[in-house]
């Protein structure tokens, strides 16, 4: 569905590339990630998918039409959620929606609700009901809540059943809550859909729900796989392990030939050994026992740490 | 079709805007109607007529182009605040041809600066400037003309700043020499060669002096201010739009993806 290869973008003036040649594909019905810290070039990889920034070098091709070539194409293909909301202020809610809804040819103009095709007003009775706003759709969106926005973006770039949809760190200043149900919201959307997702962000435990993750820094790609692979990759699950006597525990390893990192409390890499095994050969008293399973998170820290070197 | 909606969808969008954002309509009409109620009736008081010249109608039909030039003009330069926020990104991100997205700002901030001109007319009728029937009927497409004018002005001006501050920061030197080198409320001919040649330059120029050919030319009874033939008028404002709005166009289009 998507094919990046080689991107490259140079802002003007820039000393040193935002994007910096990078490659990836996303099947269709994918829920892609790309995480990163801030500056790594999300959003810059984003806008040239959406075609309203220009690379340097490499390409891009969404469902097989090339961003820069085909721009129109993509454009009908793709529906974006900004990184700032893109609603109007001065509108409505179905006015916002109106205008989207012409702008990708899928209605004509009329200046008011009523004169709209039918088929255009079930749809947004229909949206309205869905997001829980059948009163609210005709009032101004600036009575509306943060996470009523957000929603109302989604249901707006869903309009034109676009084929990929992307998101630009979409919950950013959102609070918990709203973050929830967006996210369940997301997930209907999914399922019933098949719409490929592309993601940014820096919340962890939103690149976890991705099918894959892709980490970006500095404009490189410093991992790609599932969020299971890169943390199996990265961070391995240990057991942490603590004794009052510390001299006797590190002999007691050594004899047993653990491994063993840190100088106290002290790591044991469990890879595929047992976790009780270990522990019962260990004779020295322990005033410390915790094992470590890895979250994307150490992953990620480590990723983007060994990139930075 | 659907790029018709989409230019009739962005048209709309603009006068909405207008309409519902109450402060923004102060806002634009202060000034044309400080210009017309102060400063006319004031030099007209202090200066008489010279050479017969009401300076109250003078002044009026001088902010009469300015203000549907201007606000033309500066609504789309507002283009450039609008893509990094709001509603814009949206309409930058849709299949529609970037020429729709063009011709609609233009018509839609035309569409806005008309209310404020039809005030101008009724405020100055209002405190005694001759306006018959026939110059509102006769002014109204030349003043969605001048719009239209002062859009693609504004569209190329547009084109060649990068950020909201550049625009800012450019508007003394752009906009208000064009004031006086437009002769809004001061004498343009019989200047003096240098002064000549740069109010020669003012694009503002052409659309106050040609409501000037319109008004003074439809309005009976009434002493004419010095002003270039209506034809020069005419041809200079034909060919400079048709310019602004094909190199305007086509450095927008481009500006807008090389960042």
Redesign the interface.
């Known amino acids: 569905m998507i094919r990046v290869e080689s991107l490259v973008k140079r802002y003007r003036k820039a000393k040193r590339n935002a994007v910096d040649g990078i490659d990836f594909e996303v099947e269709a019905g994918e829920f892609f990630a790309l995480l990163g810290p801030n500056g790594a070039g999300k959003t810059t990889t984003l806008s040239i998918l959406t075609t309203t920034l220009a690379p340097t070098a490499g390409r891009a091709l969404i469902d097989g039409h090339d961003v820069v070539a085909e721009a129109a194409a993509v454009r009908r293909k793709v529906g974006i959620i900004f990184q700032r909301p893109s609603l109007d202020r001065n509108l409505t809610a179905e006015e916002n929606v109106r205008f989207h809804a012409i702008l990708y040819g899928l209605y004509s103009y009329a200046p008011i609700y009523r004169l709209m095709a039918p088929a255009y007003r079930r749809q947004v009775e229909e949206s309205a009901a869905l997001l829980g706003l059948t009163r609210e759709i005709f009032d101004p969106i600036r009575t509306y809540s943060g996470g009523m926005l957000r929603k109302l973006e989604i249901v707006r770039s869903l309009i034109h059943r676009p084929k990929v949809l992307f998101l630009d760190e979409p919950t950013a200043g959102l609070d918990a809550p709203s973050r929830r149900t967006l996210w369940q919201y997301l997930t209907t959307v999914r399922r019933e859909s098949g719409t490929t997702i592309v993601l940014t962000t820096h919340y962890l435990e939103e690149a976890e729900q991705a099918d894959r993750t892709c980490i970006l820094n500095h404009g490189r790609i410093a991992a790609t796989g599932t969020p299971e692979a890169l943390k199996a990759e990265i961070a391995r699950e240990y057991l942490l392990v603590d004794a009052a006597d510390r001299r006797r525990l590190t002999d007691e390893l050594g004899r047993l030939g653990l491994p063993l990192a840190g100088s106290g409390p002290f790591q044991i890499p469990i890879e595929g050994r047992s976790t009780h095994a270990t522990l019962r050969a260990i004779e020295t008293p322990l005033t410390l026992v915790r094992t470590h399973a890895p979250s994307l998170e150490d992953a990620y820290l480590e990723i983007v740490g060994r990139s930075d070197e | 079709?659907?790029e018709?909606?989409?230019v009739?969808?962005?048209a709309?969008?603009d006068f909405?805007?207008l309409l519902?954002?109450r402060l923004r309509i102060v806002a634009d009409f202060a000034l044309p109607l400080t210009l017309v109620l102060l400063l006319g009736p004031m030099l007209q008081a202090g200066y008489g007529s010279p050479g017969g010249l009401n300076l109250t109608t003078f002044v009026f039909t001088g902010v009469l182009a300015q203000t549907v030039w201007q606000s033309a003009a500066l609504g789309l330069i507002s283009l450039i605040a609008d893509r990094?926020?709001?509603?814009?990104?949206?309409?930058?991100?849709?299949?529609?041809?970037r020429y729709s997205i063009v011709a609609g700002k233009i018509i839609g901030e035309s569409l806005v600066a008309l209310p404020q001109a039809l005030a101008i007319l009724v405020v100055a009728a209002l405190i005694g400037v001759p306006v018959s029937l026939t110059v509102m009927v006769a002014l109204l497409p030349i003043l969605l003309a001048m719009a239209i004018y002062g859009g693609a002005f504004g569209l190329l001006i547009l084109s060649n700043i990068a950020s909201q501050r550049t625009a800012n920061q450019i508007f003394p030197f752009v906009m208000l020499p064009q004031f006086f080198l437009a002769g809004v409320f001061n004498p343009i001919h019989n200047l003096p060669p240098v002064l000549a040649a740069l109010s020669a330059l003012s694009p503002m120029r052409y659309a106050v002096e040609l409501i000037r050919n319109v008004y003074y030319g439809t309005q009976v009874g009434l002493v004419a201010p010095a002003t270039s033939p209506l034809a020069l008028n005419v041809v200079v404002i034909a060919a400079s739009l048709l310019g602004f709005i094909v190199i305007g166009t086509a450095l927008f289009v481009r500006s807008?993806?090389?960042?």
């Open positions: 079709m659907s018709l909606s989409a009739a969808v962005i709309h969008r909405v805007k519902r954002d990094e926020e709001d509603f814009s990104q949206e309409i930058f991100v849709s299949p529609i041809s807008e993806r090389n960042r």
